[in-house]
């Protein structure tokens, strides 16, 4: 799997989607665990500003071509998030993308500060945090394209899977540098590949956690992985991150199922409840109207002041 820093800041851009034929999203039926998948997908896609931040913070960025990558990266995770909220509302879903953002991101509250903090001072104490979330960026983007993958497989929409097939392409090529970076970070390093594994067994959580709950988290997870095929490529997909040195026979996805699954069995109503209630909305924050993160205002209060 080869990348080239040169050619990827030549030829990075927002995923083409001329020729999609949009007029057609709402002529096919997508079902609820499709309507919570986008939802959730498309709230992680457009939390990478976020996520940014902290990688920002830490002592990686000194290195030219990875700020390099991550600014690209960041304006094509832009548009994986703009188009699925297109798709949503094409398809009926009404929301105001900007609104729902902003929602979500203030619904992190202080954990958010805490967790920037955090990965601050691990950065800067442990010389080898690099190693930790470029292993981690790894398994984000690959789990991020087999996930779409299996909703292209369980939504069987015309439209979605043209769509999905195109921002899977750019989520390979995120893959493979956070996978080289990775590799080359940890070669012939122990030190590095001992705190790898070590806080991948212990401080890994699935894409998106954290942003959403456990109970969201093991709903996507149940909905497009829990059959023989889906269980097999996130057994796949643990296999390829097991080629990182230092993490032969890691067990993160297919744990996370297999986790979900336990919960599940516990309690048959949890993380199925969450979809059968469309429970993708959004609720505005209790304590931090949007119009004091963001600046906006409603019409009336711009008016009145
Ligand atoms: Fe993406
Ligand atoms: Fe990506």
């Known amino acids: ?29 997508l079902s609820e665990g499709d309507l919570f998948c986008l939802h959730y997908m498309m709230d992680i896609e457009n939390h990478v500003p ?33 188009n699925i ?9 009404e929301f105001d993308a900007q609104d729902r953002i902003a929602n979500v991101r203030a619904n992190l509250g202080f954990q958010n500060s805490l967790s920037l903090l955090s990965t601050m ?10 190693a ?24 069987g929409h015309p439209v ?26 940890l070669s012939g390093n122990q030190r590095a590949q001992k705190l ?12 998106g956690q954290g942003v959403k709950k456990q109970e969201e988290v093991d709903a996507l997870a149940i909905y497009l992985f829990d059959d023989e095929q889906g269980e097999a490529e996130l057994l796949d997909l643990d296999a390829k991150i097991g080629k990182l ?9 297919s744990k996370a199922l297999y986790a979900a699954r336990e919960r599940i069995r516990r309690n048959p109503r949890w993380a199925w409840r969450i979809i059968e209630q469309e429970g993708w909305a959004i609720k505005p924050p209790k304590r931090s109207p949007i119009g004091q993160l963001t600046g906006r205002r409603l019409p009336q209060e711009a008016g009145t002041s």
């Open 50 to 82: 976020l996520y940014l931040s902290h990688l920002l913070v830490t002592r990686a960025c000194m290195d030219p071509i990875l700020t390099a990558f991550l600014a690209c990266w960041n304006y094509e995770e832009l548009w994986h998030g703009e």
């Open 196 to 207: 790898d594994r070590w806080m991948l067994d212990r401080v890994w959580v699935p894409v």
């Open 160 to 185: 979605l899977k043209e769509l999905l097939s195109r921002i899977i392409k750019d989520e390979r090529r995120h893959y493979a540098f956070y996978f080289n970076s990775a590799k080359e970070w």
């Open 121 to 130: 001072a691990g950065s800067w104490l442990l010389k080898d945090f690099s």
């Open 132 to 155: 930790v979330y470029l292993t981690i960026g790894a398994i984000n983007e690959l789990s991020t394209l087999t996930g779409y993958g299996a909703l292209i497989r369980k939504s």
């Open 85 to 93: 909220g297109r798709l949503l509302n094409l398809y009926g879903i």
């Open 245 to 253: 040195p230092g993490l032969s026979g890691i067990r993160l996805m």
């Open 1 to 29: 799997m080869s990348f080239s820093i040169e050619r990827y800041k030549e030829e990075s851009k927002k995923v083409d989607v001329t020729g999609i034929d949009w007029t057609e999203v709402s002529a096919h039926p």
